[in-house]
Every structure is written in structure tokens, then in C-alpha cells.
């Protein structure tokens, strides 16, 4: 059972549109959610993350919105560069765990 | 300098041998993670410890062991490596369980023939 999921599984657009990657969640004891990003050949590094009494957390042209009653998020990438192709996987764990269920990852790419 | 190392970096197994991947870190974590990766199925948990000489499993545990001999040093351990357990491997430390950020190695591919 998938408890976190993401979509689309890939994404394409070009430089300098906005990238939208959606994420959704089940279980409502989750209160953080990071977002990793991961380029081919290397570990994921986190790349922004929220906390559930947050609803918008933005970092440069990253931005995180979160909606808790839906219990879905999404990523918005502004003004895309082809820099940021790479694999984005949502992730999702609460105070009472030692554990980050992550999801199945988006791939974007970034056309010049 | 790299603070989550992983050895080896690749690996290629027969059936029904033993396998060991090495994971490093200098961050002084107390936690530490073994991650599958697979296309389609993203990320997934095989093990993790929070503190030296204790394990625990994680989601997808079966037919994988692990070792937390020290706090910088957490191996994951295939008795009997199959077909199925081919996959990328990655290895993360974190400081405060669930709620801090993840640092991960490099991977090891491993590939099972």
C-alpha cells in the first residue's frame, strides 16, 4: 500500500515555465514533508521541506503548497532551468517515527 | 568531503552468494537507513538503526540483514543474494529520526546474476 503518492511519474517543460509536481498522502499523523531531489548517479539531497501547520513554504523559486484537509501538496519550480532536470521524490513522516516514507518520484525535464 | 560513504559503489553477485554493502558516515548521526531504489517503486526502507548494536527492520526487510557495529558504521548483509534483490542501494544518516533532513550516500548498484 502506497502512502504516499506522486504525479505525474515524469514531466517535461521548458526553460523558464513553472513546473507543477503533485504529491498526496494517507495517513494524518504526518506533520513533515521534504522534498528531495536526486540527480543521475548520486543520492537524493534535500531540497525543501514543510511542517503541516504550515500551508506555503518557499525557498527562491521553490515553493511548497500544502493543503492538510485534502491532505495533498504540490511543488511549484518557477522560471525552470535545465538545471533542475533531475528526479523530485515527496516524502512524509510524523513525530512518532523513526522512519520517511517517500514516494515513487517524478522525473522532470527541463528543455533548453 | 563526503560525509555518508558507501562501499562499493558497484557490485555484481551470482545467486545464492554473499553479499555486503558498507555504509560510513562522519556527520555523527545516531541514525542511519538502508534505502532500495527500483523504477517505479521509488525509495524503500530495508533497515535502520538509531543507536550502535541495534537494528531494526524497516518496510521491506526480507532477506536482507544488517549490522550497527558503531555509530559511524551500518552494513546491510544478503545471505543468499537473488535475482530479485538487484537494485540501486543508498545509505543515509540523520540526526533526529523522522522529522530532521536525510544525508545520503552515493549508492551501490548492485546486480545479481
Known amino acids: 500500500q502506497q502512502q504516499v503518492r506522486q504525479s505525474p511519474q515524469s514531466l517535461t517543460v521548458w526553460e523558464g515555465e513553472t513546473a507543477i509536481l503533485n504529491c498526496s498522502y494517507e495517513?494524518?499523523?504526518?506533520?513533515?514533508f521534504p522534498w528531495y531531489q536526486q540527480f543521475p548517479g548520486e543520492g537524493p539531497a534535500l531540497l525543501i521541506s514543510i511542517r503541516s501547520v504550515s500551508d506555503k513554504k518557499e525557498d527562491g523559486r521553490f515553493t511548497i503548497f500544502f493543503n492538510k484537509r485534502e491532505k495533498k501538496l504540490s511543488l511549484h519550480i518557477t522560471d525552470s532551468q535545465p538545471g533542475d532536470s533531475a528526479t523530485y521524490f515527496c516524502a512524509a513522516s510524523d513525530t512518532n517515527t523513526n522512519k520517511v516514507v517517500f514516494g515513487t518520484g517524478t522525473r522532470l525535464q527541463v528543455l533548453p | 568531503e563526503a560525509a555518508v560513504t558507501q562501499s562499493p559503489r558497484s557490485k555484481v553477485a551470482v545467486t545464492g552468494g554473499k553479499v555486503t554493502l558498507s555504509c560510513h558516515q562522519t556527520n555523527n548521526h545516531d541514525y542511519m537507513y538502508w534505502y532500495r531504489q527500483d523504477t517505479g517503486h521509488g525509495l524503500r526502507l530495508i533497515h535502520y538503526?538509531?543507536?550502535?548494536?541495534?537494528?531494526e527492520k524497516g518496510d521491506i526487510p526480507d532477506g536482507y540483514k544488517a549490522s550497527r557495529p558503531s555509530q559511524e558504521n551500518f552494513s546491510l548483509i544478503l545471505e543468499l543474494a537473488s535475482l530479485s534483490q538487484t537494485a540501486v542501494y543508498f545509505c543515509?544518516?540523520?540526526?533526529?529520526?523522522?522529522?530532521?533532513?536525510?544525508?545520503f550516500g552515493p549508492g551501490t548498484r548492485l546486480t545479481v546474476l
Open positions: 543515509a544518516s540523520t540526526r533526529l529520526g523522522g522529522l530532521a533532513e536525510q544525508f
Open positions: 495517513d494524518s499523523t504526518f506533520n513533515y
Open positions: 538503526s538509531y543507536v550502535a548494536d541495534s537494528t
